[in-house]
């Protein structure tokens, strides 16, 4: 089993939709986790940290389920300029280096 | 404005031959930065971790000879293809901080072709 693992998509939405994305990961002490935007032919960028108790910044949620092992993403009111791959990095416990998922690929049409 | 800096963003090269990619923190000190190489529609690979003032800590299959990792100052990582191969290109990032759970900052990324 891959240590993080995402659904490659492509979701293909129309605007206004909501998604949501998965990423489960295999190492149970894992401590940090984050969802990262990545655009075509582009280095990836810190959309949100995931914290334990959840956190929502605008049209995006984040969640963690320990139990469960894995982090999801939802995106409200999906906009066109949504459209990107969504990465998510987890810090296996014990590491300081972290470990990227594949990523997710978004696709939003009019 | 950026926090990470990286150089050039693309370069073209004749196979034989050796490109240097900079990558430089902009406005802090980064004792170790991390090196990735991304083919198209697959994830980040982590090809090295650098080390201010020591050798670089490389994964497992990659050539630490043919990728030569240079980190001599607090603020500057070099990673060198030697020899290129057109099998080499692939868009190459840099990344600093992300030290145990802290944000990390990338580069703007370097897509290197070998014809």
């Not at chain 1, 995006?60 to 990095?89: E, G, H, P």
């Not at chain 1, 416990?93 to 696709?107: D, M, N, V």
């Not at chain 2, 000190?29 to 003032?53: C, D, I, V």
């Not at chain 2, 190459?92 to 944000?103: H, L, R, V, W």
Request: net charge neutral; proline share 4%; charged share 15%.
């Amino acid at each position: 089993r891959k240590e993080v693992e995402q659904d490659p998509g492509p979701f293909n939405v129309p605007e206004g939709a909501t998604v949501a994305f998965n990423c489960t990961y295999s190492n149970s002490a894992s401590q940090s986790f984050f969802w990262y935007r990545q655009d075509c032919r582009k280095e990836p960028k810190l959309l949100m940290s995931v914290y334990s108790s959840g956190n929502e910044d605008g049209r995006f949620t984040a969640q963690l389920n320990r139990a469960s092992q894995y982090i999801s993403l939802l995106i409200r009111d999906s906009k066109l300029s949504d459209s990107a791959t969504y990465l998510c990095v987890v810090f296996p416990g014990g590491s300081y280096i972290p470990t990227f998922g594949r990523g997710t690929s978004l696709i939003v049409h009019p | 404005g950026a926090v990470v800096s990286q150089h050039p963003s693309r370069v073209i090269c004749k196979s034989g031959t050796s490109v240097k990619i900079e990558c430089r923190s902009l406005d802090f000190q980064a004792t170790t930065m991390f090196w990735y190489r991304q083919f198209p529609k697959q994830s980040l690979m982590l090809m090295a971790t650098s080390n201010e003032g020591s050798k670089a800590t490389y994964e497992q299959g990659v050539e630490k000879d043919k990728f030569l990792i240079n980190h001599a100052s607090l603020t500057l990582s070099t990673l060198t293809v030697t020899s290129a191969h057109p099998e080499d290109s692939s868009f190459y990032i840099c990344s600093a901080g992300g030290y145990s759970g802290n944000t990390i900052y990338f580069g703007e990324g370097s897509w290197l072709t070998v014809v």
